[in-house]
């Protein structure tokens, strides 16, 4: 990897960098860079005087040409370019440029940024790819309202919060920050409040309407990258609702919910050959002990239009927990990285604590994502 004068190097903010006495020789000696999932190892002579001398001028204020005149008394040219390189091909520097997203007013992000570094992002593109994401979230009770203030959290920068039910005691269970002062206020209203006190940078959007049309559906998933639908709070026809228009539109839809000591996040929902979410609930039903009396609840849920968690048996941490599986699924997906749900159902035990991931075939005739059927 080459670099040339007129850069500005920023040496990573994670690294733990330590220099010790070579263990074989006496003159010379070891540096150490430690993260979370590399521990890198260099034997040489005055490592030491790099550290203090070096390092502390790649911080991206400096190009290198300027680091290279305050340092050529004591660091020859030939050991200052086998330093840089030894940092940039190994990825323990980043190039800095005026334009790079200001993570020095966002210091709450640094530690997830530097993470995104080390799995081979450059941290300026991880940034500006969450920043320019825009994400709608039907259903702000149970595992949505976790959803929400966790994307807000990973600097996604536009979430839409799709809810029209007012907060209830059951809620404050939810997240330990909401007080029983806030019980009646629309959910949705709360939970851009709760973010907008974090102190990031997303902005918001909050709908409030009954959404039991498809123009209202369409016109709210139009111009976002990816929607999330907390099936554990939000009526069952809703959720079947975007199933349908969002494979229309070919607005990728992840959904996920957890019923007493159940979670599931995922299938996600793309379109083409993979199945959508109706293929899973009707494989779901016909794998049932009972399918008929299944069945028969399923038909209660879509007739049913009050938000569940309240009204089901639950543990709280579910919804966190199904929340925080939708999060680190659509901040991968967002990133470009692999995702667990990709033609997938994960199915969270709480009794258990046990995560399995099972594989959704696409069902032959589905309503929905089938070749012979309309939208």
Same mark, same amino acid.
């Given at each position: ?10 040496? @990573? ?59 050529? +008394?004591?660091?020859?040219?030939? !050991? ?10 190994? %990825? ?10 200001? @993570?020095?007013?966002? +210091? ?51 979430? %839409? ?10 809620? &404050? ?6 007080? /029983? !002062? ?41 111009? #976002?990258?990816? &929607? ?33 000591? +159940? ?24 794998? &049932? ?23 089901? +048996? ?7 927990? #199904?929340?925080?599986?939708?999060? /680190? ?10 995702? &667990?749900?990709? *033609? ?14 099972? #594989? #959704?075939?696409?069902?032959? *005739? ?10």
């Amino acid at each position: 990897m080459q670099f040339h004068d007129n850069q500005r190097l920023r040496l @990573l903010e994670h690294l733990l960098i330590h220099v010790m006495p070579s263990e074989t020789e006496i003159d010379r000696e070891t540096m150490i860079f430690n993260t979370t999932r590399r521990t890198l190892k260099v034997d040489g002579q005055a490592l030491k005087d790099l550290e203090n001398i070096v390092f502390p001028l790649l911080d991206g204020t400096r190009t290198v040409g300027e680091i290279r005149a305050a340092v050529w +008394e004591q660091i020859t040219d030939a !050991s200052l370019n086998q330093c840089l390189t030894f940092l940039m091909e190994n %990825r323990l520097v980043e190039e800095y440029s005026e334009t790079t997203f200001a @993570l020095n007013n966002h +210091e709450q992000f640094l530690p997830q940024f530097s993470l995104y570094h080390e799995l081979g992002f450059q941290q300026k593109n991880a940034q500006e790819r969450l920043a320019n994401a825009r994400v709608a979230i039907f259903g702000l009770g149970g595992s949505g309202v976790v959803a929400a203030i966790h994307l807000a959290a990973c600097g996604v920068g536009f979430l %839409r919060l799709c809810d029209s039910i007012s907060t209830s005691a059951y809620d &404050a269970t939810i997240m330990a920050n909401w007080g /029983l !002062s806030q019980s009646g206020s629309l959910r949705a209203v709360e939970t851009a409040r709760q973010i907008a006190g974090m102190g990031g940078f997303t902005a918001i959007e909050t709908v409030t309407d009954i959404l039991n049309d498809d123009d209202t559906v369409k016109a709210l998933l139009d111009d #976002v990258d990816l &929607a999330i639908v907390a099936t554990d709070a939000v009526p069952v026809n809703l959720a079947y609702r975007l199933n349908r228009l969002c494979l229309n539109m070919q607005c990728p839809l992840l959904p996920g919910g957890a019923f007493g000591i +159940e979670g599931t996040i995922g299938p996600l929902v793309v379109g083409g050959d993979s199945p959508c979410y109706l293929c899973y609930r009707m494989r779901s039903i016909a794998c &049932a002990k009972l399918p008929e009396a299944q069945l028969q609840l399923e038909r209660h849920l879509d007739r049913d239009r009050r938000s569940q968690p309240q009204w089901r +048996e639950n543990l709280p941490i579910g919804h966190t927990l #199904v929340g925080s599986y939708l999060v /680190l699924d659509a901040v991968k997906m967002l990133l470009g990285l692999p995702v &667990a749900t990709q *033609g997938k159902l994960l199915h969270l035990d709480l009794i258990t604590t046990k995560l399995t991931h099972n #594989v #959704v075939l696409k069902k032959p *005739g589905c309503p929905h994502c089938s070749s012979h059927s309309p939208f």
